[in-house]
């Protein structure tokens, strides 16, 4: 019996209802293990980020209250009581705590009177490329420091030079120390220059711009900055 059109259409599609039935079944059979396999793998990855991410929150918390009973038997001038916690702190997965701890430890040793010391655990910082550069710039700053007395001046020009420019956040430290190099290296010109420099940025620690104002004005150069001329006007 000839099938009508419509009766046609719906045994065409019953058809091919069946034959992507069979496919999908075909396909399963052959590659449902797989699939199963992956998507397992996928969920287990998925709940292992979740884990890390939630560890490291917990951790990072737990790092913060160490950091801050570090601080409080600092102030509390009980030394010994920091050299444990420091050296986990130290060796953490977070940058931040990594970095802070190693600072406090050469903080340590500067108020031990550890210049060497000291020096030496900035310069390891300095030179740490898993921190970021802030971190490594401040380092290389207060290694400078620690050494400062025992460095030639142009070591400390080179050193610093690339810090010792007004768009570096740490403009004033690093220019002051260049600075006071210059003077020491007989070139007055380029140390008032600088000193001027120092005085006249506005987000240079006020007290270091103080000093640049009175250096520059005894190497000839009227550094007096506009506020501090109103000041003394007021007076």
Do not use: C
């Not at 396909?27 to 890390?52: D, H, K, N, S």
């Not at 509390?76 to 931040?96: C, Q, W």
């Amino acid at each position: 019996m000839a099938l009508t059109p419509q009766n046609n259409e719906v045994f065409m599609r019953e058809v091919d209802e069946e034959l992507r039935r069979d496919q999908l079944m075909g396909f399963w059979t052959r590659y449902g293990r797989i699939v199963a396999v992956v998507v397992v793998l996928a969920l287990v990855a998925l709940g292992g980020w979740f884990y890390w991410q939630h560890r490291q929150n917990v951790q990072a918390g737990e790092q913060g209250v160490a950091y801050d009973k570090v601080l409080e038997d600092l102030a509390a001038d009980r030394t010994d009581a920091v050299k444990a916690p420091l050296a986990e702190l130290a060796a953490s997965d977070v940058e931040g705590y990594r970095a802070m701890a190693r600072f406090v430890e050469g903080d340590v040793l500067l108020k031990n009177d550890d210049l060497k010391g000291a020096a030496a655990k900035f310069a390891g910082i300095a030179a740490d490329t898993s921190l970021a550069r802030p971190y490594r710039d401040l380092a290389l700053i207060r290694q400078t420091a620690a050494e400062y007395d025992t460095l030639p001046p142009a070591q400390v020009v080179d050193r610093l030079k690339g810090l010792a420019v007004k768009d570096s956040a740490w403009f004033g430290s690093a220019g002051e120390m260049v600075a006071v190099a210059y003077v020491r290296m007989n070139r007055p010109a380029d140390a008032g220059k600088l000193f001027g420099e120092i005085a006249g940025t506005e987000n240079v620690p006020e007290t270091i711009r103080q000093r640049a104002v009175q250096m520059a004005g005894l190497l000839g150069v009227d550094a007096v900055t506009e506020p501090a001329q109103e000041k003394k006007k007021a007076e």
